[in-house]
């Protein structure tokens, strides 16, 4: 918004210059000295011709009738100039206040234009679900597209719900130290300020695999959702609304990428939470030491990366 305002000024600005210019040449052109303002005209050389070849008297009949004539002259030549004088200016003028109502009027059009563009969404450049299937089948043969897309939808809703009541441990194991950390800070801002970030009642509208990666015994699959949810910000005692909308669903476009470990020998030997030695694990359970739950990541999908890219109230 600050930079559409800036733009608005700037425009006016160079507008505005351009307008006085036009004004100030149009008005010095008309102030240059015509040739009756010099004092000359033909009917005062006239008269001076004739009073030679006259009598005396006729001279001086003459002569008065020839200043009377060059007075006349003069008063139509400055008249005329008055004329053309206002003339120059009436057109300055309606120049004028044709530049300023552009400046006024072209940068609304070209905003409210810009304004009613549609939101960007996202491109449908994806694999084909049935060729995603058969290459995560190759590496994963009891893989099945309508489990994982139920399943990964699953993990995105337990992490958001954690991280609307505060309680990001319990989910610890769906995500990389990077994610939980991030995220676990923005929690922490926000309990300071008392606020809670409602996230409830999600329901997929639509998904498709976009990339699947694999790399060092590891694979990666990028899923595109399109979710509807509440999302709002609201007092963590209250419960008042603070931010966003609280009566209305918002429908969110997102890019997750989810991540699952290929050697199915890999298995944990110390607990991620704690660091306690794990004994007889065998791929899921509870550490005994800390109480924490313990997934591997050979036995879960992992959401590594979520992006939101497109996002509107229905």
Known sequence: MKNKIKKILKYFAIIT????SIFGMCTMLDEKPTFADSGFSTSHSSSHSSSHSSSRSRSRSSSSSSRSSSSRSRSSSSSGSSGRSSGALAVAMFIFLIVMAGAVVLPIIFGATSGSRKPPVIKKNYLDNKQAEDMIKKVIPTFNL??????????????????????LDEVKHLMPDEMYNMYQSQLDTLEVKGERNVMKDMSLVESHIMNVDIQNNIITVTVAYTVDQY????????????????KKKMRVDYIMKFRKNLNDEAKLTHCPSCGAELKDYNGSGVCEFCG?????????WVLTEKQAVNQRYL
């Open 17 to 20: 210059i351009m307008a006085i």
């Open 146 to 167: 309508h489990e994982f897309i139920k399943d990964s939808f699953s993990t995105y809703t337990k992490i958001q719900e954690a991280w609307m009541n505060f309680k």
């Open 231 to 246: 999302d709002y910000i609201a007092d963590i005692n209250t419960g008042k609304l603070i931010r966003g909308e609280n």
């Open 292 to 300: 924490s739950k313990i997934v591997s990541d050979n036995t879960e």
